[in-house]
C-alpha cells in the first residue's frame, strides 16, 4: 500500500508508469482494493476482497454483479464514501490522476470530491435532504467561484444544470422541495447535482433500480447524454445487465468481493469465459427469451462458483487481503 | 448507533424518536439475555436495585421502630444512628427504610397496574382498531393535555389519601402513555404475514393475541414498564412532599416534605430520603436504558 | 389557503372539546367526592345556616346537575371562574396576579433547557470521543433521575444556607427595582434540569438517527466539510423532532411549577395551586386547572403552527403539489 503526498488537484499531472491508457494515463485505477465492514458487535466481513479496475479519460465502464458482490461498496470506497465507521478498514490503492487516495487526509478527499468525483445514488427519494429545497441543494454542489447572486433559485448555473440534467421549468423547480417532485425528476436533481461540479468521473450506483421501468429508460438517456455532452468518465454500477450493456464501453463483472471477469461490454456478454458469467447470462436470457424455461444458478453450481473465486466461510473475518 | 430510516413522505410522526430504537430484528432471546445479564452496567445497577429492594423489605426487621421517639433528637449521622434522628427523636435510619418500603410498593404497584390494562387495552385497541381504538386515542389525548401530577393532586385531594387510592390514581394518569406503544405495537404485528395466516386458519383473533401478538410486542413494552416504575415512583414522591399521602406510612417524599423546615439546621433530614430516591430511579432508568439497547440492536450498521 | 383554515379550525375544535372533557371530568370528581356538598366547596372555613342557605341558592345546589353543570360552563367562558372562599377574592384576579411570576419561572427555564439540551445533544452524537458522549449521556439520566424538588432542597442548602450566595427564598422579581435575579436562578435551575437533561437525550438519538440518512451521504459526495455536513444538513433534520418534545415540555414544566413554587416559597400560581388544594378551596383549584389547562392547549396549538413551518413536507398537505410524468 503506497501513501503518496497528494498534489494539488489543478494540475493534472500525468501520471507515471501508468496503463496501457493513452499517454495522460489513466484517470483512475484501483489496485488490489479490499474493504471489510462491521456487521455486530464482533463480526466483520470482506465485503470486497481484492478488486482492480481502471478509468481512462472519457470512458465509461460498467461494474454488474448480484447484491452482496461488493460493488456498491466498491463504488463509495472510490468516492471515499464508506461510514466513518473506525472498524471499516481499507486496504490497497486508489489512486484518481496519480493521487493516491487511501490513507489521504480528510481534506484531501473533500477536494477531490468537489472537484473530480461525483455520485448519484440509488434512492433519490431519501438521498436529497428533505428540508431544503432543490435549487440549494444543486448549489451546493457548484464552485463558489462559479455561482453568482445570494439566491440559489435565482443563479443560472443552478438553472443551466438543472436544465441539462433533463428538468424543465427550472426556475419554479429550484424552489421545491424534494417530496415534492416525482421519482424520475428526483433522480435528475441528483444526476444535476453530481455534474454541477463538472466532475472528471461520475459514479453512478443504480441509478435507476428505484425507477418504474419507464422512467428507467428516459434518466437513463438523459445520464447517458449528459455524460457524452460533458465528455466525463462513467463507472455504471447495476445488477441490471441490461442497463449496462447499452450504456458501457468495457465491463467488470463481480462475484464474492473480486473481479471474476472483464473486457470490451460486447465481448463479455457474447463470449463469457468465467464460469459466473456464463451463469449470469444464461439466466437472464431465460428471463426475456420465451423459448428458454426460467433458469437461475442451481446451488451445485453455485458452490463451483465459489471454490473457483476462492470464497471462504463468511463466519470468519479475514484479517488481511 | 445508526439508524437507516427514512421517513416516508407524508406520514412524519411528531413523536420523538426513542433512544436507540430502530428497525426491529428477530434476536434469539438467549443471546438477548447473556448479553444484557452480562453487560456490566446492567450487573452494577441491577445489584444497586436489588439491594435497596432487600434493604425496605427487611430493613425494618432489623433496624428499631421508626414511630419510636424515645431516642435524643436531632442527632446527625452516627455509629449508634446511622441516619441520625429527627425532630421527634425518631431513628431516621428506620424511618427511612420504611419509606422506602412505601414508595418502592407504590412505584411498582402502579407500574403493574399500568402495564396490565395497557396490554390489555392498547393490545385490543391495535389488533380490533375500530371504535376501542379511536377510544383510547381520544383518552390518551386528554391525558396528555391535563398534567398528570394537577389531575392527581386534585383527585387525591378529593378522593382521599391512602396508598390504594394514590396508586389508582397514579395508574391512570400513566396508562395511556404505554397504552399507545401497546398499540402501536399490535397494530405492527397485526400486518405481519404470519398472523394473517394464522387468521385464514381459523384461530380466534384473542388468541392470536395471545399467542402471537403480545410476546412479540414485550420487547418495548418491557422498556416502557421499566420507565413507567421510575416515573411513578417519581410522580408518588412528589405527591407526597406536597402533602398528598398517607400519613401513617409517611414514603421518602413525605419524608422530605417533613424535612423542609430544618434545611438549615439538620442537613441528614432532607439529604438521605431524596439521595435514596434518586439512586432508586437512577438504577431503575439505567437498566432500561441497557435493555433497550439489548433489545434493540444497532451497532454501525453499513448500507 | 383553505386547506391550512381547515386544518387549524380542526385543532382548536378538538382543544375545545378537550376543554370541555376537562372541566366534566373535575366536575364529576366534585361530585363524587364523599363529604358535604357545601362544604366541599367551602373548604375549611366553617359554615352557619346562613351562608349554608345563601350558598345553595347561589349556586343552585339544590339544582340538578346538568344545571349546575351549565352555570358552571357559562360563567367560564365568560371569565368568572368563580371567587375563592379561602380568601373572598374572585378565582381569575387571584390567578391573573400569580400567573406572571410563574412565567418569569417557566420561560427562561424553557430557554435554557432546550438550548443546553440541543447543544448537548449534538455534541454527544457528533463527538469521536466515545468517554465524552459516554459521560455527557451518563449525566443526562443521572439529571434525568433526581427528583426536581430533591434538587431544589440541595441547592437551596448548598448554596443559600452554606454558602449564602443566594437567598433561600424566592420572591416576585419585578420589585420596584425591576428584576431581581438572584432570586430566580435557583428555582430556574431547579426547574430546567430535568427537562434539560431530557432534551439532550432525545436531540442524541435524532442527530444520530438523522446523521445516518442516506441525503448525508449525498452532502459528502458533493466534498463539503463535515461541518458544513453536521450544522446544514444533519443539525435542522435533527431539529423536526425537537420541536414536538419542547411542545410537550412547556405543559410538563407547568405543572412541575407546583413543586418547585413549593420548594422555594414562589409566589406563582403553582404556590396557589398547592394552598387551595389543602384549604379544599373547590372553586380556585378548578379555576386553575381550567387555567393550566388552556395554557396546554395554546402551546399544543403553537406546536403544530412551527412544525408546519419548519417540516416543508407538512406545508405540502395544504398546498399542491408539483408532479410530472417524467
Known amino acids: 500500500m503506497t501513501t503518496a503526498t497528494p498534489t494539488v488537484p489543478d494540475e493534472r499531472v500525468a501520471a507515471d508508469a501508468g496503463g496501457p491508457g493513452g499517454s495522460s494515463g489513466p484517470l483512475l485505477r484501483v489496485s488490489d482494493l479490499a474493504v471489510s465492514l462491521p456487521t455486530g458487535p464482533r463480526r466483520d466481513i470482506q465485503a470486497v476482497r481484492s478488486v482492480s479496475l481502471q478509468v481512462d479519460r472519457g470512458e465509461r465502464i460498467g461494474i454488474v454483479g448480484e447484491s452482496g458482490s461488493g460493488k456498491s461498496v466498491t463504488g463509495r470506497a472510490i468516492a471515499g464514501l464508506l461510514p466513518p465507521n473506525p472498524r471499516v478498514r481499507v486496504a490497497g490503492s486508489i489512486r484518481i490522476d496519480a493521487q493516491e487516495m487511501i490513507g489521504a487526509p480528510a481534506k484531501a478527499w ?151 471477469e472483464s473486457g470490451a461490454t460486447g465481448d463479455v456478454l457474447k463470449n463469457p469465459r468465467h464460469l459466473y458469467t456464463q451463469s449470469l447470462l444464461r439466466s437472464v436470457r431465460s428471463l426475456t427469451d420465451e423459448h428458454t424455461p426460467l433458469w437461475s444458478i442451481p446451488p451445485e453450481l453455485r458452490r463451483e462458483i465459489d471454490a473457483l473465486v476462492g470464497r471462504p466461510d463468511d463466519k470468519e473475518a479475514d484479517s488481511d487481503s | 448507533m445508526t439508524v437507516q430510516t427514512a421517513p416516508p413522505v407524508g406520514t412524519i410522526a411528531p413523536i420523538p424518536a ?103 387495552v392498547g393490545g385490543l385497541a391495535g389488533f380490533y382498531g375500530g371504535v376501542l381504538d379511536i377510544v383510547l386515542v381520544k383518552v390518551s389525548e386528554f391525558f396528555q393535555v391535563i398534567p398528570g401530577l394537577v389531575l392527581a393532586l386534585v383527585a387525591a385531594a378529593l378522593l382521599g389519601a391512602n396508598i390504594t387510592i394514590i396508586v389508582i390514581i397514579l395508574a391512570v394518569t400513566m396508562w395511556p402513555g404505554v397504552a399507545r406503544i401497546v398499540r402501536a405495537e399490535a397494530m405492527r404485528i397485526a400486518q405481519l404475514g404470519y398472523v394473517e395466516s394464522q387468521r385464514a386458519a381459523g384461530f380466534s383473533g384473542l388468541r392470536i393475541l395471545w399467542s402471537d401478538v403480545v410476546p412479540n410486542a414485550l420487547p418495548p413494552v418491557l422498556v416502557a414498564t421499566t420507565m413507567t416504575v421510575a416515573r411513578a415512583i417519581l410522580a408518588e414522591s412528589g405527591l407526597s412532599f406536597l402533602g398528598i399521602g398517607d400519613a401513617n406510612q409517611p414514603s421518602w417524599g413525605a419524608l422530605l416534605n417533613q424535612a423542609q423546615p430544618y434545611i438549615a439546621t439538620a442537613w441528614w433530614l432532607p439529604l438521605f430520603p431524596g439521595l435514596c430516591i434518586f439512586i432508586v430511579v437512577l438504577a431503575i432508568n439505567m437498566l432500561g436504558d441497557a435493555l433497550n439497547d439489548a433489545l434493540n440492536p444497532s451497532i454501525g450498521k453499513v448500507k | 389557503m383553505k386547506g391550512v383554515l381547515l386544518h387549524y379550525a380542526r385543532i382548536l375544535g378538538s382543544s375545545l372539546i378537550l376543554l370541555l372533557v376537562v372541566i366534566t371530568i373535575l366536575f364529576l370528581l366534585l361530585e363524587i367526592a364523599p363529604g358535604d356538598p357545601i362544604q366541599t366547596l367551602v373548604g375549611d372555613v366553617p359554615v352557619s345556616e346562613a351562608m349554608r342557605a345563601q350558598l345553595t341558592q347561589t349556586f343552585g345546589l339544590d339544582r340538578p346537575v346538568w344545571e349546575r353543570f351549565a352555570v358552571y360552563v357559562g360563567n367560564v367562558v365568560t371569565g368568572n371562574l368563580g371567587v375563592s372562599f379561602g380568601t373572598n377574592e ?103 434540569t430535568m427537562e434539560l437533561a431530557f432534551k439532550a437525550r432525545v436531540m442524541r438519538s435524532s442527530m444520530i438517527e438523522s446523521l445516518g440518512q442516506d441525503f448525508v451521504d449525498t452532502a459528502y459526495s458533493k466534498g463539503l466539510s463535515s461541518q458544513r455536513v453536521l450544522w446544514g444538513h444533519a443539525l435542522p433534520n435533527a431539529l423536526l423532532p425537537m420541536v414536538t418534545v419542547a411542545g410537550y415540555s412547556l405543559g410538563h414544566m407547568l405543572a412541575g411549577s407546583v413543586l418547585v413554587e413549593t420548594v422555594f416559597g414562589w409566589p406563582g400560581i403553582g404556590q396557589l395551586f398547592i394552598g387551595a388544594i389543602n384549604r379544599q378551596d373547590t372553586l380556585l383549584v378548578m379555576g386553575i386547572v381550567i387555567v393550566i389547562t388552556v395554557m396546554v392547549l395554546i402551546v399544543n396549538v403553537l406546536t403544530d403552527v412551527v412544525y408546519g413551518i419548519v417540516d416543508p413536507r407538512l406545508r405540502a398537505r395544504v398546498s399542491r403539489s408539483v408532479r410530472s410524468t417524467a
Open chain 2, 18 to 120: 426513542a433512544p436507540g430504537r430502530g428497525p426491529r430484528k428477530p434476536r434469539n432471546p438467549d443471546s438477548i439475555s447473556r448479553t444484557f445479564f452480562r453487560k456490566p452496567s446492567v450487573m452494577f445497577y441491577g445489584t444497586i436495585l436489588i439491594l435497596m429492594v432487600l434493604a425496605s423489605l427487611i430493613g425494618p426487621l432489623l433496624t428499631g421502630d421508626p414511630f419510636s421517639t424515645s431516642h435524643p433528637r436531632f442527632q446527625p449521622p452516627s455509629l449508634e444512628f446511622p441516619l441520625g434522628t429527627d425532630n421527634l427523636g425518631r431513628d431516621y435510619l428506620a424511618r427511612v427504610l420504611n419509606g422506602g418500603r412505601v414508595s418502592l410498593l407504590v412505584g411498582f404497584s402502579v407500574a403493574a397496574l399500568c402495564v396490565t390494562v395497557a396490554l390489555i
Open chain 1, 110 to 260: 473533500e477536494r477531490i470530491r468537489s472537484h473530480a468525483v461525483g455520485m448519484i445514488f440509488q434512492d433519490p427519494l431519501t438521498f436529497l435532504n428533505p428540508v431544503m429545497k432543490i435549487g440549494s441543494q444543486v448549489r451546493e454542489s457548484i464552485h463558489p467561484d462559479r455561482r453568482s447572486g445570494r439566491n440559489a433559485g435565482k443563479d443560472p448555473a443552478v438553472l443551466e444544470v438543472l436544465e441539462l440534467a433533463g428538468l424543465t421549468d427550472v426556475a419554479a423547480l429550484a424552489q421545491r422541495f424534494p417530496h415534492e417532485l416525482s421519482g424520475g425528476m428526483r433522480q435528475r436533481v441528483l444526476i444535476a447535482i453530481a455534474i454541477a461540479k463538472r466532475p472528471d468521473l461520475i459514479i453512478a450506483d443504480e441509478p435507476t433500480t428505484a425507477l418504474d421501468a419507464t422512467v428507467q429508460r428516459h434518466v437513463l438517456a438523459t445520464l447517458d447524454e449528459t455524460v457524452s455532452r460533458m465528455d466525463t468518465s462513467l463507472i455504471l454500477i447495476s445488477h441490471d445487465l441490461a442497463v449496462v450493456a447499452s450504456m458501457t464501453d468495457r465491463i467488470y463483472v463481480m462475484y464474492g468481493g473480486r473481479v471474476v
Open chain 3, 90 to 192: 374572585p378565582v381569575a384576579q387571584l390567578i391573573g396576579e400569580r400567573v406572571g411570576n410563574t412565567l418569569a419561572l417557566t420561560i427562561p427555564a424553557f430557554i435554557i433547557s432546550t438550548a443546553v439540551g440541543i447543544l448537548l445533544g449534538s455534541i454527544a452524537a457528533r463527538t469521536r470521543r466515545r468517554w465524552l458522549d459516554s459521560a455527557l449521556s451518563g449525566t443526562a439520566v443521572g439529571l434525568f433521575s433526581l427528583p426536581n424538588f430533591w434538587l431544589g432542597l440541595m441547592l437551596i442548602m448548598f448554596f443559600s444556607v452554606t454558602l449564602g450566595w443566594l437567598p433561600t427564598q424566592g420572591k416576585a422579581p419585578y420589585g420596584q427595582d425591576g428584576i431581581e435575579l438572584q432570586y430566580l436562578i435557583l428555582p430556574v435551575i431547579t426547574m430546567a
